[in-house]
């Protein structure tokens, strides 16, 4: 079946630190994997998408590498900001865009 | 602003009783998702409509029912309520049932069972 594995948080960085969240997936075939962020009080929008193995997706200064060998898709930046503190969702197609989330990462930017 | 509007913004009600969550989908987008987040659950796939029909039923209780209209609004009906119940229930939107057409997520209507 399809699953999404997700680094635990909270994670808590200062500003201009690196990020990194882990992400890994389980899925039949090749999906679609996504990285959505939630706002307090806010819906969930689309961070970035790839479709494909080696694929990197990227928006906003954030990045991430679809990497078939180690069913992966984790998200990095290299120099976070306040304004980035949010949780975190990776999200796999398991077809017919029925996305698959893992359980959210809560990330804390502190000045 | 994703475009897509859910209403009410917060429902709160008690156990035994029946809701209904309303969305109104981005202007010409034909699908309608329909997602549950709980604490302990995280973020669960619901029900998926397209310009009316049925397409997909995820984790949905049998308690729960869902329908899309002509003008493309839906509804999500919880009846029989239970504590467990109580979550945030998303509606999401797309442009076409087909895979990688981007989601948009309304922002929610938070449901609490007493």
């Known amino acids: 079946g399809n699953s999404v594995t997700q680094m635990e948080g909270p994670v808590t960085l200062s500003e201009e630190a690196f990020l990194t969240i882990n992400c890994t997936y389980t899925?039949?075939?090749?999906?679609?994997l996504f990285w959505y962020v939630q706002y307090p009080g806010e819906g969930l929008q689309l961070l970035l998408k790839?479709?494909?193995?080696?694929d990197k997706g990227s928006n906003k200064g954030f990045e991430a590498t679809y990497r078939k060998e180690t069913t992966s898709f984790h998200l990095e930046k290299g120099s976070v900001q306040v304004s980035d503190s949010a949780v975190y969702f990776c999200?796999?197609?398991?077809?017919?865009?029925?996305?698959?989330f893992g359980t959210g990462t809560r990330l804390t930017v502190i000045p | 602003d994703s475009g897509v509007t859910q209403t009410p913004k917060h429902l709160i009600t008690a156990t035994g009783q029946r809701v209904t969550l309303r969305c109104s989908p981005r202007?010409?987008?034909?699908?309608v998702y329909w997602y549950q987040q709980s604490l302990d659950q995280g973020l669960q796939f619901l029900i998926h409509?397209?310009?009316?029909?049925?397409?997909a039923k995820g984790n949905i209780l049998e308690r729960f029912s869902a329908q899309q209209f002509p003008d493309l609004h839906s509804e999500l009906n919880l009846s029989s309520l239970e504590l467990g119940d109580s979550a945030l229930y998303f509606c999401?939107?797309?442009?076409?049932?087909?895979?990688?057409?981007?989601?948009?997520f309304g922002n929610g209507t938070r449901l609490t069972v007493t």
């Open positions: 999401a939107s797309s442009a076409t049932q087909g895979d990688n057409s981007p989601l948009h």
């Open positions: 899925a039949t075939g090749y999906p679609s």
């Open positions: 790839a479709t494909k193995a080696d």
């Open positions: 999200a796999l197609n398991g077809g017919a865009n029925n996305l698959f």
């Open positions: 202007s010409g987008d034909l699908s």
């Open positions: 409509y397209y310009n009316g029909e049925e397409r």
